[in-house]
């Protein structure tokens, strides 16, 4: 199947009531471990790729393998989205190399780390959404700082992050004004910061309901029961994992993620894409450091990127089954995006 857009599936999604989840890729293993969990669960895909993907890839390389995965995969509809741009740029740059959808995170200023305000959010996310949508790509905006409400803090990721300690006002997205945003902007699907954040380290014991606001998402979908949600850094960072990845000789502190079950709370109340890396990659590097020390005498790569692939491959299976979008792939028919452009208009 072609590559479709972020739009496209999440009204499908929203119309069959289940969530998509978007797996951040880096390389080659990735795709094809995401790609294979899909035909297994029969699952439709969101790949994504973060500026420091981008980078360490380079854009030639990930389109060329992202097409791959379409050529081998016929029957599987496949999002290739651009994960926090900073600026007009960036997401210009994605759309040029082939990118069927971006997210502009306005939420903080071009240098990934200032948080902005609104007027500037809602500018910059406008003026990504009238080009995108006039070649039928979809736009992801934030609203709201992604970062701890226990400690007032973000974690960074590939410098991607606020600096310092932020008020839960700024850490809870606000409904009265994610209807402005979205009425002003027309983006297609909107990230909400509610307690998540960023890498492993989310919460510090089982989160409730003072820790991760789920409630903040049945508020903003009544107010806006037509828009697609955005879940970032929804890794559940299960418990074996960490496990596995300690005992042979990695370091982590006792940290907790997002429970599955709260992310399927929020499917319930409009939540459709579910941002997913740091699972994957402790999954990955758990069974790299599993294989090396177990057979320190080895130098096959393959050797270790074969288990380290099948694990990551298990975590997207489960999500997809989790998240619901399991099933659902044979359903959809790729809208090319000139017709998605012509919708727009
Ligand atoms: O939100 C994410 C990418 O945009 C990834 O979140 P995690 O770090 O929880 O996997
Ligand atoms: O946005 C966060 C994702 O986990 C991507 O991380 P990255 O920027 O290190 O690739
Ligand atoms: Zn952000
Ligand atoms: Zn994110």
């Known amino acids: 199947m072609a590559l479709i ?3 496209q599936l999440l009204d499908h999604a929203a119309e069959n009531n289940y969530g998509v989840a978007a797996f951040n890729v880096n390389n080659l293993e990735q795709i094809q471990a995401i790609m294979e969990a899909a035909k297994e669960t029969n699952s439709p895909v969101i790949l994504q790729a973060s500026r420091g993907a981008r980078s360490y890839t380079n854009d ?50 071009e240098d990934a780390k200032t948080p902005s305000d609104f007027e500037y959010n809602v500018r910059i996310t406008a003026d990504v959404v009238r080009i995108a949508h006039s070649m039928g790509i979809s736009v992801e905006g934030e609203l709201g700082c992604l970062g701890s409400l226990e400690t007032g803090k973000g974690e960074k990721e590939d410098g991607h992050g606020f600096e310092g300690t932020l008020s839960h006002d700024q850490l809870l997205t606000d409904p009265v004004e994610a209807a ?15 307690g998540t954040s960023h890498g492993a380290y989310k919460f510090t ?27 970032h850094g929804s890794s559940s960072v299960p418990q074996e994992l960490q496990a596995e990845f ?13 429970p599955v079950e709260e992310i399927q709370e929020g499917i319930k109340n409009g939540v459709r894409k579910i941002n997913v890396d740091t699972d994957n990659r402790l999954a990955m590097t758990a069974a790299i450091r599993k294989l090396l020390s177990t057979n320190p005498s080895e130098f096959d790569l393959r050797k270790y990127m074969v288990p380290a692939r099948d694990a990551m491959k298990k975590v997207c299976a ?6 619901g979008q399991a099933g659902q792939a044979s359903k959809i028919k790729a809208i090319p995006l000139d017709s998605m452009a012509k919708r727009y208009v």
Request: glycine share 8%; charged share 25%; proline share 4%.
């Open 5 to 7: 857009s972020l739009r």
């Open 60 to 109: 030639v390389f990930l389109r060329h393998l992202i097409l791959g995965a379409v050529e081998l995969y016929p029957d599987i509809p496949v999002v290739m989205h651009q994960d926090h741009g900073n600026s007009l740029q960036t997401c210009l740059s994605a759309i040029r190399n082939g990118f069927t959808s971006v997210m502009m995170d306005g939420s903080l200023k």
């Open 180 to 194: 402005q945003f979205v009425e002003l902007t027309k983006v297609d699907a909107l990230a909400i910061a509610i």
């Open 205 to 231: 014991k089982k989160p409730d309901g003072k820790t991760l606001a789920i409630d903040r998402i049945r508020e903003i979908h009544r107010r806006l029961p037509n828009t697609h949600l955005v879940m």
């Open 246 to 258: 300690r005992k042979y000789g990695g370091e982590m502190k006792e940290t907790w993620g997002v």
């Open 318 to 323: 489960q999500r997809m089954v989790e998240f």
